[in-house]
Each structure stands twice: as C-alpha cells, then as structure tokens.
C-alpha cells in the first residue's frame, strides 16, 4: 500500500470519495477526526458503509487507544464492537504505548471475529508505534508481534504534543531532531519484526511538490507507503514510492548478473561493484514495481 487515506467517520458523504481518490487503501477515522459525542454516529456510518462497499480498495478503521475510556466503558471495544461485524480489511491502533497494546487488540479482535463468523486474523492490524515518549522508550516491545499485524506506523503531531512541544518541523519543513529519531526508530522496528514501514502523515496539502520531495526521502530511507490526510497528497505519494523506470532497469540488470554467476558474491556492473545486499534491494524494487 503506497497510500492510505484517512476520511473522518463522522463524514459519510466523502467515504465513496475517498474509496475512489485514487489511494491504495482507505481509513475510516474514529479517533483525531471525530468528537467523542459523535463516536455513535460514525461507529454506524463505517459500519453501514463496510457492509455495502464493493470494496475498490481495502478499507481500515483507526480505532481509539486501548486504554481510552468513556462512561460506558473501553472506547476501544466499542469500537470494535461496532465495526468488526462489518468485515473491515484492517484495524489502526492509535498511541500504542507497547507491543502489550497490540498484543491486546489481538486477542480482543480474536474473540470479536469469532462471534462474527470471520476465520481468525481475517482482519489485519496496523499499530502507530511513536505517538508517546513511553512508547519511544518500549521500542523493542514491537520487534515481536501477532501474526495479523502487516506493518507498523508512526505519528510526530501526537508524539509533539506528549513532549509538550510548540511544534516537530523547522523553517525548511523538514522534522526537528526527536522526530527523526522517532521515524527511525519505526524503520527498526518495522524490519526487526518483519513487517511494512509505512511513514506518518504530511500535514503539507497545498505545496504538493515538497510533500512529494519528503515523500521520496521516506521512501529512500525505508519506508513502503504513507499516510495520506487529503486526496490531493495521494498522486504525489504514488509517485514518490514508484519505481522510476531508471531504477527498474538497474534492476533488471543487477538481477541478470547475479543469474548470469551463480555462486558468486560480488560482481562489477558499469564500473561499481555490488554484492548480494544490492541484489536483496533490486529484488526489492522489482517488487515495488510489479505493484504499481
């Protein structure tokens, strides 16, 4: 998935929208986006919505934290309890604060699929691993996690908040040193558990072009997708996390030499010499490619 887009719950009519943006998968957001007392009215929107839906792309809700509570009980359970039904391809978990959290989801997602006839980890799982400075510090509570979970992501505009910062970029727009850090720590934990890196939002939606220069500096440091806040980022982020036809043919060439000599661990193509890690990233690319 290069892009993701979230759409608030509570704004049923751009869900058909957002469906067809052009966006590899879309999120229905329960969390940020909705006011807590017009969670009821969103819960049934997503859900009516899921239940109806041809399904053009995957289509994910962003629940509440785990240990968000309201009157009645766990927000995030109701949640669940509501959407879960409706056959979501997928779940986002907010503010995990370790991998215990997304442990939990699991076994709660276990007991709701039961009960709604779905094979378990039909619904798969993204958490969104840096939103807290606890979290920062139980990084390696996420190199190990449930099998239905398929990548992980991150957040600066929450983690800002949490360090108690007037904001997580400098002049240029590019992010201050904790969110680098933060960004990077996701990269490690996303390789360490064998799963997708997908990078945070870009709140940028008027200067496409920088947002699609950041995009592709993500894209060059690990990342596989991103998340995307308004249809106007996605076409610039399908282009930043694309293959160029430069980079296929490298490929291309890379993977022939290597064929060409068996046994082999190092070669010269062109005047450079490579060994089986650039083998391991053109295999990669190819990858990436065969999915635009």
Not at 12 to 35: H, N, Q, T
Not at 134 to 161: H, I, K, Q
Not at 189 to 214: F, N, P, Y
Request: with cysteine; hydrophobic share 50%; glycine share 8%.
């Amino acid at each position: 998935m290069r892009s993701m887009l979230f759409v608030p719950g509570d704004r049923p009519e751009r869900f058909e929208k957002a469906e067809k943006s052009g966006a590899d998968a879309v999120i229905f957001d329960l969390e940020d986006a909705v006011a807590a007392e017009r969670r009821a009215e969103a819960r049934g929107h997503i859900a009516d919505y899921l239940r109806r839906s041809s399904r053009a792309v995957p289509l994910w809700v962003r629940i509440n934290p785990v240990d968000a509570a309201e009157p009645g009980g766990s927000v995030a359970l109701a949640d669940l309890s509501a959407v879960v039904a409706a056959r979501p391809d997928g779940i986002m978990l907010p503010k995990a604060r370790d991998g215990d959290d997304v442990r939990r989801l699991d076994h709660w997602l276990e007991a709701f699929e039961a009960a709604a006839g779905l094979k378990v980890g039909a619904v798969r799982v993204i958490p969104m691993i840096t939103e807290t400075a606890g979290a920062l510090l139980a990084m390696a509570t996420f190199a190990s996690l449930p099998s239905r979970v398929v990548g992980v992501t991150w957040g600066a505009e929450d983690l800002a908040t949490d360090l108690g910062a007037l904001g997580n970029r400098d002049a240029s727009g590019r992010y201050e040193a904790p969110y680098v850090w933060a960004s990077s720590l996701c990269l490690t934990a996303a390789a360490a558990a064998g799963v997708l890196a997908i990078d945070t939002v870009d709140t940028e939606i008027r200067d496409i072009d920088a947002m699609r220069t950041r995009a592709r500096e993500s894209r060059r440091a690990g990342y596989v997708g991103k998340l995307a806040i308004h249809p106007a980022q996605v076409a610039a982020i399908h282009d930043a996390f694309t293959p160029t036809e430069a980079e296929i043919d490298e490929a291309r060439k890379i993977i022939a030499a290597f064929d060409a000599s068996p046994g082999v661990g190092a070669l010269r193509i062109e005047g450079k010499l490579i060994d089986r890690p650039h083998w391991v990233k053109a295999q990669r690319v190819l990858a990436a490619a065969g999915r635009r």
